[in-house]
């Protein structure tokens, strides 16, 4: 017997039951062997339903009535696809059929086919109405740190600002009406003191958010820690994690991931809130009962709900769909791709009507570029994707590197103190720097940016703008070109952003698997989106000090811009991004639905594509995927390759040299013998054979399925003793009226389990596994199967 859950990346693990495979081959078969038919024949009529004399207890099936607890599955356990397929086809079969004979049967019909577009309405809004809650309050929170509203302490920056009639357009983020910190404790805002002053403030506000949010994780819901996406991943594959999607992971993630994004770590919502929006779909699964007890269409939910999670983190929709098909769905059918579209949909207009950004735009980064790129950028934008995938394999393996040092040594034992020790190292380092103290979202809508005339940014300080200090003029201003040369201000701009660079590549290593909420989306953007756009500018003044060279000259014309920096910026976010997580067809969709820069897609593919080829010649595995293997959950990745050359008979269980099979009867074994083998051994299930003498195959029965059908026929089914027999027949052979009943599990008993042969390749039993969602196995060789050692 073999689980999906024991293969993780070609390791096998020991230690479950679920990762064994069976031995049940090395048979010498007699087919001179008078075989007995499966379900015996006691009687000249046929199997009777009742052939004990009257005066005795009457043989019950347990099955007649249902049995709490009967297929399900245990925490840390993988769910049965194939079971669980055929479950909701039962169901299926029975209500069209109830449905053709009575008009309560056909509403109720109705309603159940309607049911999973109304489920899908409801995690739309729910999700898109947490969203743009935590959206709000992150902003508001990022800004307290620097100070506070003097109209209303629930206004952040930007809202405060926008009230003032003293606020001038070169700055745009003075007002009379925010005061920071220091402006409210000494009175004044332009003596050195006052740095240091609001220096403190912006550490002290960071250490209590970032505290707040581990003590809330720690205590009430360890499960909301991290990013999500990696456990998500493997929970759609069908591995159980109890609690991992309850009320309180939901509740405690939604309030620390607001703590976390404010505290200035580098961490982003986006990968969190694909969690939160699964919380949301698996908590309202319960309210509908095809969902609440089929672990296979609930999956089919939460494929759905990871659609949602990013289209409310990005406001991209179709992105979110083609997120959920490619990055984290096992089991993704046609209707769920529709209920995906229509779920992110709804998300997206919530969100949109909720308005949180202020703009009235559904997208995070608004650009409007107005120059076209030219077919030579492509080298630069390649060189883009060729970082991108230096750094997505540097951060991948650094992260793994430092996690694992977090898991094996005792700094895993004190996760507050790390995530101070991190948070207070980021608000130090980060304050001097403008581009650093910013939250990650202004910094990388700035870099997006495209500079006009009346931007007051040093990334816009050039020296023909208005806002800018140099106003040379030379021979290239004469040509109508000077108002691109870099002034100062882009000098200082230029290497802050260096040193930003440097800072958010070191600190995100540390901070991504902390113990408080922390995507990866926003940081691997901000990264790339600032080394697009030092290359952008480093570009630009290229292409202006020497446009008269043939290769610059159709490029610059008087008047107008040479290059584009903001567009190296998106292209560069694009790349790094795409490192990290190898994804390609959703990422172009979710980067220019994130800023509806459609006409630039070409860019954005080929700087995609060359990350990914680069990162997957480093290293094969995301840094989902990594970090699957690191916690050791049971995955099958369907982009991996089986290498060995390996049949079923080399690698199930048990081994030549291990004890035999354990095997149960169909009939002939005891309520006592079958607890004492269930005590003994710690499979997931037991074969079914005809006898110890004929060790031909009959079926599979799971063992918790087992367990609690003996644990209920003791205590509901009258005269059950230890020396009553099992059954897994329709009828059993006769007994003297004296006997004790006889406990009857056919129902529980798998007639069609899925069998290999012993000379079945391991790629091909792998792929059944992963095409099929098995839990185990069978090898079996001609049928038979046997529990006796090979000498």
């Known amino acids: 017997m073999m689980d999906n859950g024991g293969f993780c990346n070609n390791n096998y693990h020991s230690g479950s039951s679920d990762d064994e495979l069976v031995d049940i081959s090395d048979v010498t078969v007699n087919f001179s062997e008078d075989v007995p038919p499966l379900d015996l024949d006691y009687s000249a009529g046929g199997c009777k339903a009742d052939w004990r004399p009257s005066n005795s207890p009457k043989l019950i099936d347990l099955m007649d009535y249902p049995v709490p607890g009967i297929g399900t599955y245990e925490d840390f356990n993988t769910i049965d696809w194939v079971r669980e397929k055929s479950k909701d086809r039962d169901r299926h079969r029975e209500i069209t059929n109830k449905s053709k004979h009575s008009t309560v049967a056909l509403l109720f019909s ?10 899908m309405l409801l995690i739309g809004l729910m999700s898109g109405a947490l969203a743009g809650g935590i959206d709000i309050a992150a902003h508001w929170m990022t800004d307290l740190k620097e100070g506070v509203c003097l109209n209303g302490f629930w206004f952040n920056h930007e809202h405060c600002c926008w009230a003032s009639n003293e606020t001038t357009f070169q700055e745009r983020d003075k007002c009379p009406q925010w005061k920071t910190w220091a402006e409210l404790m000494v009175g004044v805002s332009e003596q050195g003191s006052v740095n240091v002053l609001n220096h403190f403030m912006y550490v002290s506000w960071a250490l209590l958010f970032a ?78 009962t095809k969902y609440r007890r089929n672990e296979a269409k609930r999956r089919e939910v939460l494929s759905a709900a990871s659609a949602v999670g990013v289209s409310v983190a990005f406001g991209a929709p179709i992105g979110g769909v083609l997120f959920s098909l490619e990055e984290v769905s096992y089991y993704f059918p046609l209707k769920t791709l529709w209920r995906s579209f229509f779920a992110a949909l709804v998300a997206a207009f919530t969100l949109r009507s909720i308005n949180p950004f202020g703009n009235s735009r559904l997208v995070l980064f608004y650009v409007e570029f107005h120059t076209p790129w030219h077919l030579l950028e492509l080298i630069p934008f390649v060189l883009l994707g060729i970082f991108g995938g230096l750094w997505g394999a540097f951060f991948i393996h650094a992260n793994i590197a430092w996690c694992r040092l977090r898991k094996n040594t005792r700094l895993g034992h004190y996760p507050v103190i790390e995530v101070l020790v991190v948070t207070l190292l980021t608000a130090l380092l980060a304050f001097p720097i403008e581009y650093t103290r910013m939250s990650s979202s202004e910094l990388i809508s700035e870099l997006f940016n495209d500079c006009g005339l009346l931007d007051s940014s040093k990334l816009c300080d050039y020296s023909g703008n208005s806002g800018g200090t140099s106003g040379s003029v030379n021979a290239t201003a004469a040509n109508g070109l000077g108002a691109r040369l870099a002034g100062p201000g882009l000098y200082t701009a230029m290497w802050q952003l260096a040193l930003a660079l440097v800072f958010k590549m070191l600190i995100t ?27 952008g500018v480093g570009m630009e003044q290229l292409a202006v000090h020497n446009h008269d060279r043939k290769i610059f000259r159709g490029w610059c014309s008087p008047g107008a811009d040479c290059i584009t920096p903001g567009l190296y910026a998106m292209v560069g976010a694009a790349a790094c991004l795409g490192g990290v997580t190898r994804m390609t067809v959703s990422l172009v969709v979710i980067m220019f639905e994130l800023t509806g820069g459609l006409e630039y897609i070409v860019p954005l593919m080929a700087a995609t594509m060359t990350s990914k080829w680069v990162a997957d010649a480093l290293s094969r595995e995301s840094i989902y995927e990594a970090h699957i293997r690191l ?18 008979t080399d690698v199930m269980r048990p081994r030549q040299s291990d004890p035999p099979l354990s095997v149960l009867t169909q009939s002939g074994m005891s309520v006592e013998e079958v607890e004492r083998l269930i005590a003994d051994t710690t499979y997931s299930g037991f074969p079914v054979v005809i006898s110890q003498q004929s060790q031909r195959l009959v079926g599979f029965v799971l063992r918790r399925d087992l367990v609690i059908s003996l644990e209920n026929a003791r205590r509901h ?20 009226p004296s006997a004790p009943p006889a406990v009857k599990l056919h129902n529980i008993l798998d007639l069609s389990p899925f069998t290999v042969t012993v000379h079945t390749p391991m790629e091909i039993v792998v792929d059944i596994f992963r095409k099929l969602g098995l839990r185990q196995c069978l090898v079996i060789q001609n049928g038979f199967v046997s529990t006796a050692e090979v000498p």
């Not at 916690?631 to 079923?648: D, I, R, V």
């Not at 089914?717 to 003297?736: D, K, M, N």
């Open 110 to 119: 109705i309603s159940d086919a309607f049911s999973g577009w109304l489920l």
């Open 211 to 288: 505290f707040l949010a581990v003590i809330l994780v720690r205590a009430f819901a360890p499960y909301a820690c991290g990013s999500g996406i990696p456990e998500i991943k493997t929970i759609l594959s069908g591995f159980i994690i109890r609690g991992y999607l309850g009320k309180w992971t939901l509740i405690i993630k939604t309030i620390t991931l607001v703590l976390a994004v404010s505290s200035g770590l580098s961490l982003g919502k986006e990968g969190p809130l694909v969690h939160v929006a699964c919380c949301c779909a698996n908590i309202l699964c319960h309210f509908f």
């Open 509 to 535: 290593v540390a901070t991504f698997g902390i113990k408080v909420p922390s995507g990866l989306f926003i940081p691997s953007i901000a990264v790339g989106a600032i080394a697009g756009r030092l290359l």
């Open 631 to 648: 916690n050791g959950y049971p995955f099958l990745e369907a982009k991996e390759e089986f290498p060995h050359k390996t049949l079923a």
């Open 717 to 736: 089914q009258e005269g059950v003793v230890s020396v009553s027999a099992v059954l897994f027949t329709e009828c059993g052979p006769p007994a003297s």
